[in-house]
């Protein structure tokens, strides 16, 4: 299956369980592939013939701050059903949110769900 993919989109929101995470907010990264069939964008050169992932980035950056969750596994299930409900031409995703700046006491780069998902 073909894919386009969306990486390290950085998102300022207020997800997280402790107050101070939803409070003061924090910086996630989002990874999206999209998988379709793109022999017909490859061919026609028409946008209209694709996905456009700069809506596709809108949408993930507008959900982020319109709806708040506890956890980020929450975060990336909605973020899933919203791209296969809106964006028709999408067959599956695996999608990715990253939270750099998880409460853990210890060293860490950072802490990840990863979800797939088809229609």
Request: charged residues 30%; aromatic residues 6%; glycine residues 4%.
């Amino acid at each position: 299956m073909d894919c386009v993919c969306i990486n390290d989109l950085e998102v300022f929101a207020h997800h997280g369980v402790l107050p101070e995470e939803r409070e003061q907010g924090q910086t996630f990264y989002v990874d999206v592939e999209l998988r379709m069939d793109l022999s017909a964008p490859g061919k026609s050169d028409n946008l209209d013939d694709a996905v456009n992932y700069a809506e596709v980035c809108a949408y993930i950056n507008d959900e982020m701050h319109a709806v708040t969750f506890d956890l980020i596994e929450a975060v990336a299930e909605h973020l899933a059903a919203g791209i296969l409900e809106r964006f028709d031409k999408v067959d599956s995703l695996r999608l990715t949110v990253k939270k750099p700046r998880a409460p853990i006491p210890l060293p860490f780069g950072c802490v990840s769900v990863t979800v797939e998902r088809a229609r």
